[in-house]
């Protein structure tokens, strides 16, 4: 008997996986602009982008206090975490405030991503003066000038001038909220 059956026949194919750890990360936050006093709120997401398991994924963004081990990222996971930034002070000026935060793991290289914010400071001065509303011939004007801070930020070498008075002098550095008076009179009145 003849047969043409030959037997089993096996064939066999390799594929090399190469491994492609990837890592990426992703900082927003508030629009801004921002004022003093104002807080900022932020959020940063760390992305396992490659085809293996991340161990040790770590994630600092020192403006924000943030330093932590987020553990392990599987394939195609992401982990998000919020901070706030603030409040706003006159060191921060004049801007822009720039955050970075910095993800990192045992298999990749460190990434960063940032974030800015733009400031605006609203300074601003106000000026009152009063007097005796009714002098006699003869008797002097007396007068009291208040010059206030009614803004957000430091006024530094603010001046004060009454040609009428007689005054030309310095008030120094007014703090916000912060006033100085000044004294002054006219007279005789003739």
Request: glycine share 14%; charged share 10%.
């Amino acid at each position: 008997a003849n047969s043409n059956w030959a037997g089993p026949v096996s064939d066999s194919w390799s594929v090399t996986i190469t491994a492609a750890p990837g890592l990426s990360i992703l900082k927003t936050g508030d629009a801004g602009p921002v004022s003093i006093g104002d807080t900022i709120d932020y959020q940063i997401t760390v992305y396992n982008t490659g085809n293996v398991g991340l161990t040790n994924v770590t994630l600092v963004d020192a403006k924000l206090g943030i330093n932590t081990n987020l553990g392990s990222l599987g394939v195609g996971a992401s982990e998000t975490i919020t901070g706030t930034y603030g409040p706003v002070s006159e060191s921060d000026l004049p801007g822009p405030i720039v955050n970075t935060a910095t993800a990192d793991s045992d298999q990749t290289g460190s990434v960063q991503d940032s974030h800015t914010v733009n400031i605006v400071a609203a300074p601003g001065l106000n000026i009152v003066k009063t007097g005796v509303p009714v002098v006699k011939v003869g008797e002097s004007a007396a007068y009291t000038i208040t010059v206030s801070n009614t803004g957000d930020v430091t006024l530094y070498g603010v001046w004060l001038q009454d040609t009428m008075l007689g005054i030309s002098q310095s008030v120094g550095n007014l703090a916000p909220g912060e006033s100085a008076t000044v004294y002054g009179s006219y007279g005789p009145v003739t």
